[in-house]
């Protein structure tokens, strides 16, 4: 099985230099894009390659480049932004990409900037991500010295600087407009859309966001060509995907994986199971902000459709188990408390529901619930649904919510009830 | 046009706008918060969710933010589906989860923007159980009180101040439910149109501090239409009273003047009124004296008495009381009361907004510009609200932009972000730094010469046909010329200029740059310093001048000076000469001055707020303005005491008086228009000055006397002071509050007006008396070159917002605003005085005998030569503008100079 | 009456803070545009961002401090208190709280003796709750200054935190 996205990853090393990178065939998507193609051509071969965003919308990477202006009367200046703010509780695919493979993201940056003739990328890295700094600074540095940044790429028309910059941290930062925002130096409150970023970003200019994972399956797909791509699925989505899990399954961890792998054989094969004495309960299956599912789900793909069939989403593809011994009703808990928690303070259902929601949840919890309260959480459900507030953290927070109340209804009514001692609380 | 459905009926309506609006529009209610009539919309708050339905075959539609949704042909919307008043509902609950619930003590109770919406979503049971968070207030200065446990997190404020006032340091602060909306540590905010916030507020977070202090709730206020008083622009307004005090200043809507904002001295100005300066009984020779028949006879002896009488007007009083005046001492002997420069200019401005050729625009025009040129004014000073306008005029650019992007003008946000660099062109060349520099793309600091002679040169680099100056240096000549080319490109380029650095030559220079500007659409306005400066001066009459002359020659033994403090007009030697030489002296006016101090007969005179009149604003637009409660005392109209010693009956009545000074004096004519207010609006029965809610009225005076005071008879205006009559069919421009069923709180304007922020219906307050036609020649007295004189200084007055306006002078709020006593020097200068800021400094009048010691300040953009004063401060009465000094380092032993008498 | 024009507290940066925001300022297209990286610099030379620092950057942005102050609270890695030399965050989300973070908080809580976002007695440690760390597969985790710390034990703390 081919994993081009993790293929430089090896124990024996802490991360790939540009030497480790360019041994395997680095770099040479970024010659074949910006020598023997046009911007609209490595466009036209991203979008053929059925390429999916990987920061959790799932949108085509090659027709979102494709929206950007270009023509002699658009304007001129236009801008890449690398999303690595990753932070979505139960996440941990982009800082692998980052610390270990950092070349790799940066050729896909070049390849990705030269799609759509932007002079200047920055990456929006996370602040804690101290390590994936370091080493992305040192491999700018080793980039740059190969003549791969700088005036004329390649001795090209094409130029290219790339700057890092680091949050401060908050998770409505990787919300792509909140980000231009905080790239702006201001506070990291989401844009009203229309105007898209496309079309008036970063300082008004078009600007492109994109993931890290999305950018690090690019300069395959210039390197070993369309098909190739496509080859790698199981399903109608294309390529591989970093898969993980986490929670009380034996082995935790990411694997790269053909996209549209099931679910089983992610929790079964490579985590191994779940750890001797704890049965599954359900999962998240692409972070904190989807809706649960049920054993009854593992043998559905991970493809975006159909896990949008089963009722949740795809997400960023990191499953978080729920075993049956954590209370529904306390993980819940948790993670509207951190949504609660991040929210900009922009839109009033965000704003001031989440906290109702963890008020009702507490209370619930403490024994101090009634059995309308969760009517109220439904209600707030809807409340915060899609659409209903600015951007689309508060709906994420609200798939958790929904499903678990849905799935595991009889948790709550029983905090409510009084027999909360026979909740399986560890 | 669009045909749209809402409800299932059929509306035709504008299509550039978007849905809240055009609701709004159609008369329907429908809530909001974080919109803004005038800041449009950024979908924050999501409490204006509607239902859209796809087609004609859609059932569940899709709820949408209606202010974040255009309007388009065809749409099919619906209000009242269950699904989006839940909605509304539930997100109302939201906001309130925090709210503190404390109307009782609050002072929006009433009037307050949240208890509308509540109400008007149907969320009226609380199920909320959880703790509230609990906020800090700070103190921000003497206009406004923070509360922030009231606050809903519509983020109006900080768009307001700072996206639309240009201010900085009221922001928010903190995140998720914890935001916060104040300033980095506690103190006075600085924005000079904080007081917006109050209004701008749907809640209780920033309230009138100077209204707290005397409070009484929005029903129990008496309110008539007032017009400012406190600068030239003519702002509508609404004061409210209670138990005979004024209690507060709210902004009263105007289409094209003042639109939803004032500025903070016309708002916290009031408390002159109030003030224990004022005078409310006649006084003779000092000797308060009780009897109105007294006074008047008095008066009647004197006149009769006299060899003859000069009547010496102003430019704050109404156009009756001065037109009263003119008809009783005769045209002949009838002053302006201007000195001899204001004269001049005003007469100038006046010249030319008649015969010019050029439009002069309202504050609403003067937001359709694309390019601004400000010569020689600080408008933030000399005309605040113009200053707001001309920030608006500035997105213009941003505006246009977004057309090309296909963004609609509404979406606030949008706009601002997009807008990187993107700016409308504005110039000013000023005597030094002016609070509009921030957002100038080239400022310019010079003596006023110099500003004239940069205008000449603009002038001649949009039209080589117009004189040059001479000796320009290369800095100023490529400035000039890329200033025109700016201005050429245009297409509504505004000049703005004024009388506020007393220089003819600017004003020259002004009309010559914008009659050379080629577009069609270019318009021309000037700051006045007075609330009646161009009214007055459209009557006519002679200079001050000649008054001291008059009675110099002996040739008229007896005066009457109307509101008019005549030490602020002229050296205070020539005023202690005529008021000593006159042998009788009469004075009307509301608060004691240095002129009333020399009156033989002193006479009470209402203000604004209990008197009737006409006032002209710079636009030349005549506004009326209504007595909102009956003068307390003796006092009264100013028109009244100089009616009630004439012959002619007639005139007793203030209509009366309108409709003769329209017939009587040519430039005034289209005044007759307003003359008969009172019989056309009110067709037989009175609108109300107290809301029907008013309360008390039966037991407010019980401790004085048990059986219920008849009203007062108000045989005046259209207005009754009592809660008996009808508004309905009163034009709104006439209505003394602004109220809906359902809408308490001012945002109700939207129920009156033609659409949302257009004219109101009936038509906006006020006739225009000019407009422009003809031309004028080409101005060609150019000045030379300012070259400071080694040793002399220039005194130089720089108005200030607060405290350069006589009235709003005397208000306690606005004395806690009022700058520092000292005067600015530019750094080079205090160099060779060696004195640095604070030191004291002693100033001598280079031909007069007149010392006085000050502190210095040292002002970097202010030019060599020139030392800075704050217009019209008492402190520096003595020391007469542009006049030569000396100045010298003062013993610095010598503490708090600022306090000692001058 | 004593009159002061310039806020003293303005010249309060370092020359090393001034020109590490000097050369962060080469990449954006305004200067406000620095103003989270020059909190952070600031932040790094001293440990948190006192009002004092806050309103010399703001003077340095040429930004008003209540402009700065609003982007300083809004994000989470700057602290406008006094903090420990070290910064334990340890993680509070949801994978690390189901594998045991509440206990691992409760421990380095008794063991510095302190209740978070306190500073321990010696200066040296401040306790604070981070979201998701992204080593959700090693929950429950750590970062200890810029460090991350795997797979928690209380061992693992006592370890690290020697003593
Ligand atoms: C609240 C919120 C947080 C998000 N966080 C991230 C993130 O940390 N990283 C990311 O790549 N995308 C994140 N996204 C998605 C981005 O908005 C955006 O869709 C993505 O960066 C686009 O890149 P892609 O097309 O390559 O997936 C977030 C979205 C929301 C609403
Ligand atoms: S849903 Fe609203 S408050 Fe929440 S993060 Fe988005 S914009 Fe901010
Ligand atoms: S949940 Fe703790 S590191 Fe991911």
Redesign the pocket.
């Known amino acids: 099985m081919e994993k081009p996205l993790t293929k430089n990853i090896q124990p024996d090393r802490a991360f790939a230099t540009l030497a480790d990178y360019e041994s395997t065939g680095g770099y040479l998507g970024m010659r074949k894009a910006i020598t023997d193609l046009q911007p609209k051509e490595v466009q036209q071969w991203v979008k053929d390659a059925g390429l999916r965003g990987r920061g959790g919308a799932g949108f085509s990477t090659g027709l979102k480049w494709s929206l950007v202006p270009m023509d002699a009367d658009a304007p001129q200046v236009r801008y890449l932004v690398v999303n690595a703010d990753e932070m979505e509780p139960g996440t941990f695919k982009d800082r692998l990409l980052l610390e270990k493979d950092p070349h790799q993201l940066i050729e896909g940056i070049i390849i990705a900037a030269y799609a759509i003739q932007a002079t200047m990328a920055y990456i929006f890295l996370r602040g804690e991500y101290h390590l994936a700094a370091q080493r992305l600074a040192y491999a700018l540095l080793e980039a740059r010295s190969k003549g791969y940044l700088g005036k004329h790429v390649l001795d090209s028309g094409f130029s290219l600087e790339i700057v890092l910059h680091t949050s401060a941290g908050r998770y409505?930062c990787g919300?792509e407009t909140?980000l231009l925002n905080a790239l702006e130096g201001k506070r990291a409150?989401?844009r009203a859309k229309p105007p898209f970023p496309l079309i008036s970003g970063l300082w008004g200019k078009p600007t492109v966001v994109n993931n890290v994972e999305t950018l690090c399956n690019v300069p395959h797909i210039l390197q070993y060509g369309v098909e190739w791509y496509q080859g790698l699925a199981r399903c109608v989505d294309k390529g591989t995907k970093l898969f993980g899990a986490s929670g009380r399954v034996k082995y935790p961890g990411l694997w790269e994986l053909p996209m549209g792998t099931s679910i089983r054989e992610i929790i079964e094969e490579h985590a191994g199971g779940m750890r001797d004495g704890y049965k599954l309960r359900g999962f998240l299956p692409g972070g904190a902000s989807t809706d649960f599912l049920l054993p009854e789900h593992l043998d559905v793909g991970m493809e975006f459709d159909a896990i949008a069939k089963a009722g949740s989403r795809m997400g960023t593809g990191n499953i978080i188990v729920l075993d049956d011994k954590t209370c529904p009703v306390q993980m819940v808990l948790n993670l509207e408390q951190f949504f609660a928690q991040?929210?900009?303070?922009?839109?009033t259902?965000?704003?001031d529901g989440?906290p109702w929601t963890v008020t009702l949840l507490k209370d619930i919890i403490a024994g101090k619930g009634r059995l309308e309260d969760l009517d109220r959480l439904a209600g707030l459900t809807r409340m915060?649904g899609p659409g209903n507030?600015?951007?689309?953290?508060?709906?994420g927070a609200m798939e958790p919510l929904q499903s678990a109340l849905k799935y595991f209804r009889e948790d709550f009514e029983r905090y409510i009830v009084g027999h909360y001692d026979e909740v399986g609380v560890v | 046009m669009a045909r749209i459905e809402i409800d299932g009926r059929f509306y035709d309506v504008q299509d550039n706008t978007n849905v809240l609006s055009t609701c709004l529009s159609l008369g329907m209610d429908l809530p909001y918060f974080c919109w803004h009539p005038a800041m449009g919309s950024v979908g924050?708050c999501r409490q204006c969710a509607v239902i859209q339905y796809k087609d004609a075959e859609d059932t569940r539609g899709r709820l949408v933010m209606a202010c974040m949704t255009p309007v388009m042909n065809d749409m099919r919307l619906s209000i009242s589906s269950e699904q989006a008043r839940r909605f509304r509902s539930d997100n109302i609950e939201l906001l309130m989860t925090n709210h503190p619930h404390d109307c009782p003590v609050c002072e929006e109770g009433g009037e307050c923007h949240l208890q509308d919406m509540t109400v008007m979503t149907g969320h009226t049971f609380r199920r909320y159980r959880g703790s509230k968070r609990t906020h800090n207030n700070q103190n921000l200065g003497p206009f406004i009180n923070h509360e922030m446990n009231r606050c809903i997190a519509c983020y109006r404020c900080v768009r307001f101040y700072n996206d639309y006032a240009g201010g900085h340091d009221l922001q928010v602060l903190g995140v998720?439910n914890n935001v916060y909306f104040g300033r980095f540590e506690d103190g006075t905010l600085e924005n000079e149109f904080s007081g917006n916030l109050v209004e701008v507020c749907p809640t209780g977070v920033f309230t009138d501090k100077t209204f707290s202090a005397h409070y009484a709730r929005k029903w129990d206020l008496q309110t008539a239409p007032s017009i400012c008083v406190h600068c030239g622009l003519g702002c509508n307004t609404a004061p409210g009273e209670r138990y005979g005090e004024l209690r507060r200043i709210i902004n009263r809507y105007h289409g094209a003047v003042n639109g939803y904002f004032l500025c903070d001295r016309g708002r916290f100005g009031y408390g002159f009124v109030n003030s224990s300066k004022r005078i409310l009984k006649p006084r003779i020779d000092n000797q308060p004296i009780i009897a109105i028949e007294t006074a008047e006879s008095h008066f009647r002896k004197l006149l009769n008495a006299a060899k003859s009488t000069i009547g010496i007007g102003s430019p704050r009083a109404s156009l009756e009381a001065n037109f009263a005046l003119r008809e009783l001492v005769g045209e002949e002997n009838f002053f302006l009361g201007l000195n001899d420069t204001e004269h001049t200019l005003l007469n100038t401005i006046i010249d030319l907004m008649r015969h010019g050729g050029i439009h002069s625009p309202s504050l609403r025009e003067i937001e359709q510009a694309d390019a601004v040129l400000i010569l020689g004014e600080d408008v933030t000073h000399s005309a605040p609200r113009l200053a707001l306008s001309i920030r608006q005029a500035l997105r213009n650019a941003s505006f246009a932009m977004a057309q090309t992007m296909h963004i609609p003008l509404w979406q606030d946000a949008a706009i601002r972000q997009l807008r990187g660099n993107v700016q409308s062109p504005l110039f000013i060349a000023s005597i030094c730094a002016t609070r509009l520099d921030d957002v100038a793309t080239n400022t310019y600091h010079g003596s006023p010469e110099n500003v004239a002679r940069l205008g000449f040169a603009i002038a001649h680099c949009l039209d080589d046909s117009t004189p040059a100056p001479f000796a320009l240096s290369t800095s100023e000549q490529s400035l000039a010329s890329s200033i025109a080319s700016r201005l050429k490109q245009a297409k509504r380029p505004l000049v703005v200029s004024g009388t506020s650095c007393s220089c003819l030559a600017v004003i020259q220079a002004a009309y010559n740059i914008a009659k050379a500007i080629p577009s069609k659409d270019k318009q021309l306005t000037f700051t006045v310093p007075e609330c009646n400066s161009v009214g007055l001066t459209i009557m006519g009459g002679k200079r001050l001048q000649q008054a001291f002359e008059r009675i110099d020659n002996g040739l008229t033994d007896n005066v009457i000076i109307l509101e008019n403090d005549l030490y602020r007009r002229a050296s205070h030697k020539a005023v202690d000469l005529f008021l000593e030489t006159a042998a009788h002296v009469s004075v009307i006016d509301s608060l004691e001055n240095k002129t009333t101090e020399k009156a033989q007969l002193l006479l009470p005179a209402a203000t604004f707020a209990e008197s009737e009149g006409t006032l002209v604003n710079n636009e030349g637009r005549a506004q009326r303005y209504f007595p909102v409660y009956p003068a307390t005392e003796a006092a009264r109209g100013s028109w009244q005491w100089l009616t009630s010693v004439m012959e002619d009956p007639h005139w007793q009545h203030h209509d009366a008086l309108t409709s003769a000074c329209a017939t009587t004096l040519p430039g005034l004519a289209t005044l007759i228009q307003s003359a008969s207010v009172t019989e056309d609006a009110i067709a037989g029965s009175k609108i109300p000055r107290q809301p029907h809610r008013y309360s008390g009225r039966t037991a407010m005076h019980a401790n004085i006397k048990v059986s219920e005071p008849g009203p007062a008879h108000d045989l005046e205006t259209p207005f009754a002071f009592s809660m008996e009559g009808a508004t309905t069919h009163a034009p709104p421009a006439l209505l003394p509050v602004i109220w809906a069923p359902g809408w308490n709180s001012n945002q109700a304007i939207n129920k009156f007006q033609e659409e949302i922020s257009g004219h109101l219906r009936d038509g906006d307050t006020g006739i225009r008396l000019i407009e422009a036609s003809g031309e004028l020649p080409w101005f060609d007295d150019i000045p030379t070159a300012f070259e400071p004189e080694p040793g002399l200084w220039r005194i130089t007055p720089l108005p200030n917002i607060f405290g350069s306006e006589e009235l709003s002078q005397q208000s306690p709020s606005i004395r806690e605003r009022q700058p520092l006593v000292c005067i600015l020097l530019n750094p080079m200068d205090a160099e060779t005085l060696a004195v640095g800021t604070g030191d004291p400094i002693e100033i001598r009048e280079f031909a007069g005998a007149t010392t006085l010691t000050i502190h210095a300040q040292i002002e970097h953009t202010l030019p060599r030569g020139l030392v800075g004063v704050t217009t019209g401060l008492p402190e520096f009465q003595s020391l007469q503008a542009w006049t030569q000094i000396t100045l010298k380092k003062a013993n610095p032993e010598l503490q708090d100079l600022s306090e000692v008498p001058l | 009456m004593k009159m002061q024009n310039k806020n003293p507290r303005i010249e309060g940066l370092s020359p090393t803070e001034i020109q590490e925001i000097n050369a962060e300022m080469s990449h954006y297209e305004d200067k406000t545009a620095v103003s989270i990286e020059a909190l952070k610099i600031v932040q790094k030379h001293r440990g948190w961002v006192s009002d004092d620092c806050l309103v010399a950057v703001a003077g340095f942005l040429d930004m008003a401090p209540a402009q700065l102050e609003g982007i300083a609270t809004f994000y989470n890695l700057i602290y406008r208190r006094p903090v420990g030399k070290t910064v334990i965050h340890y993680c509070n989300s949801v994978t690390c709280w189901m594998m045991g973070s509440e206990q691992i908080r409760e421990h380095l809580c008794r063991r510095l003796n302190v209740a978070l976002g306190e500073m321990s007695e010696d200066g040296e440690y401040t306790i604070l709750p981070i979201v998701c760390l992204g080593a959700c597969d090693h929950a429950p985790v750590a970062m200890v200054g810029d460090e991350l710390k795997l797979d928690l034990t209380e061992n693992a703390v006592n370890e690290f935190l020697g003593r």
């Open positions: 409505i919300e909140a409150t989401p991040e929210s900009c303070g922009w839109c259902p965000c704003r989440l915060l507030t600015f951007c689309a953290l508060a709906p | 924050a998720h």
